[in-house]
């Protein structure tokens, strides 16, 4: 009986698609994490992080760029926004379903170079990185960086290391990198750590990986070209925000730029997984080891690469160029550590575990997942506010929403409130808790705000809020004079988490009354209709 001839990269092909061992347990885990991380905090927190508030604004308007970084981050949202409406638990879910599905890379990554049980293992100790999963419920472009730098690690370690199997790696090295690149510049890191492996490798001399390589750097222009379109006419906003970032002046040259501050709090994130690696190692079954885990050593010279190699150029080129570094910019650069961790540590060599060593790992980490998410949402949202401490997430934005809008309503009558105009966070959180059609004039400045049409604060008319409480103080600068110019001003004191000014609201706002609105010539509030 004849059949089919079957090629070897059919065979191949048909190898690759077949699930792993354990492939549906580690799917099962990385979703569970997603919920894990996203219901408290959608219940616990009040208001969200300032980073979610401004996406969900971007995410109003699909621009190849925004005025502070490129666009990919803005358009999931905005995607998300469009099938769920403008709501916060949104901003959780994505966050961590970028970190979660960074951690689902790293696990096909894994298993070309260690067994099933050890690249599961690699997952459960990217998850103990903070990065990963607990401060990705930050949404921001350090967030959505994790999902497509994972890929481009992968992908750039196939291209390199096995050229001559005539896969398409090499398309989706450019596509990644170009994912990367639309999502945060700090890309640029990796990617010079990749070409510097590349020459200290000598890998530039095959011919096979040069035309890789250059075709994936022609599938990143392509995909990238819209953008840097965008970026030649409005260039001056995003670069001169970069350049403000990491240029220092005046106290944040003291608090951010100190390499050793920053390091050591990259240890304290990543401090789960070490103090979990540790364990590991010293409690090791003391037998003859076994043949190593990685026995290719470009595998563990590129594990080392990528792991280290970030972390020392931004380091080095803060101390020689004195820039300004912030612990959180280095959140992408820890997702290969975890596969290198179980490469060659003795004592991670799960495929050798009984269920008495995994049955307690398992539990520890479904603890400090469950616990941690719970205990940050609580505390943040919670706990700080019954005992005096104002923070981001116990915000009252609810209550806050509602005395602007009776303000609007008592002074202008029926015609509702359509604009907000403030800083990011303070107004944006208030007018996520009003009407879906309420939009946001950030710092009163036009040019952060592309979703609004032209002439629409003098069209529609809005409400200027400037917050006072010291610690989360509105600094914009073009506030104060839309302040001063606005018909109706006033003050607004609500508690927050005392009534004193330190941990109270204390807000000043003002009306700017439509153009076509001729009827109200004082800021005396409507009288109540009396009673017969």
Request: with cysteine; aromatic share 10%.
């Amino acid at each position: 009986m004849s059949s089919w001839p079957i090629s070897p990269d059919a065979r191949s092909l048909l190898a690759t698609a077949r699930r792993p061992p354990l492939h549906g347990a580690v799917l099962a885990a990385l979703l569970a994490m997603v919920v894990v991380w996203t219901l408290p905090m959608a219940t616990f927190y009040e208001t969200p992080p300032w980073d979610n508030v401004e996406e969900l604004f971007w995410g109003g308007s699909l621009e190849w760029g925004y005025y502070k970084h490129p666009p990919l981050p803005s358009w999931l949202m905005g995607l998300l926004v469009s099938l769920a409406g403008r709501q916060a638990w949104l901003t959780y879910a994505a966050g961590v379903g970028c970190g979660v599905g960074a951690l689902y890379i790293l696990w096909r990554w894994s298993l070309g170079m260690v067994s099933p049980a050890r690249a599961a293992l690699a997952v459960l100790l990217g998850s103990l990185v903070t990065y990963h999963v607990q401060r990705a419920t930050i949404f921001n472009h350090n967030t959505v960086q994790l999902l497509p730098i994972a890929g481009y690690w992968w992908m750039l370690w196939r291209v390199l290391r096995t050229p001559e199997t005539g896969r398409r790696d090499w398309l989706w090295l450019g596509v990644f990198a170009a994912l990367s690149m639309l999502t945060k510049y700090s890309a640029l890191v990796q990617f010079a750590v990749g070409a510097a492996f590349i020459a200290r490798e000598g890998a530039w001399r095959d011919a096979r990986v040069r035309r890789d390589l250059l075709r994936a750097g022609a599938v990143m222009l392509l995909l990238m070209a819209p953008h840097l379109a965008w970026l030649l006419q409005h260039g001056d906003q995003t670069i001169g925000y970069a350049r403000h970032s990491v240029h220092p002046s005046g106290l944040s040259k003291h608090l951010h730029s100190r390499p050793l501050r920053v390091l050591l709090v990259q240890l304290a994130r990543m401090s789960p997984m070490l103090l979990f690696v540790a364990w590991a190692w010293f409690t090791r079954a003391r037998t003859p080891p076994g043949r190593s885990a990685v026995s290719n050593g470009f595998d563990r010279r590129f594990l080392a690469w990528a792991t280290l190699g970030p972390v020392c150029l931004v380091l080095a080129a803060s101390v020689l160029l004195q820039t300004r570094l912030v612990a959180s910019w280095l959140g992408t650069f820890f997702l290969p550590a975890a596969v290198w961790a179980v490469a060659v540590v003795p004592g991670l060599e799960a495929e050798r575990w009984k269920r008495s060593r995994w049955a307690p790992t398992l539990a520890v980490a479904a603890f400090l997942h469950v616990a941690g998410s719970f205990g940050q949402a609580w505390i943040d949202g919670v706990w700080s506010a019954r005992h005096g401490y104002i923070t981001r997430a116990n915000l009252p934005s609810r209550q806050i929403a509602e005395a602007v809008d009776t303000l609007w309503r008592e002074r202008i009558g029926d015609r509702p409130l359509r604009l907000l105009i403030g800083d990011t966070w303070f107004a944006g959180a208030v007018a996520l808790q009003m009407d879906p059609a309420v939009q946001l004039l950030i710092d009163g400045d036009p040019r952060t705000s592309p979703w609004l049409t032209p002439g629409s604060l003098a069209r529609e008319g809005g409400m200027v809020l400037i917050l006072d409480t010291p610690e989360f103080r509105s600094e914009g600068p073009l506030l104060e004079p839309l302040l001063a110019s606005a018909s109706c001003t006033g003050s607004l004191h609500l508690p927050w988490a005392g009534t004193d000014d330190a941990r109270s609201v204390r807000l000043r706002w003002g009306i700017v009354r439509p153009e076509d609105e001729h009827g109200l010539q004082d800021c005396v509030p409507a009288p109540p209709p009396s009673s017969s």
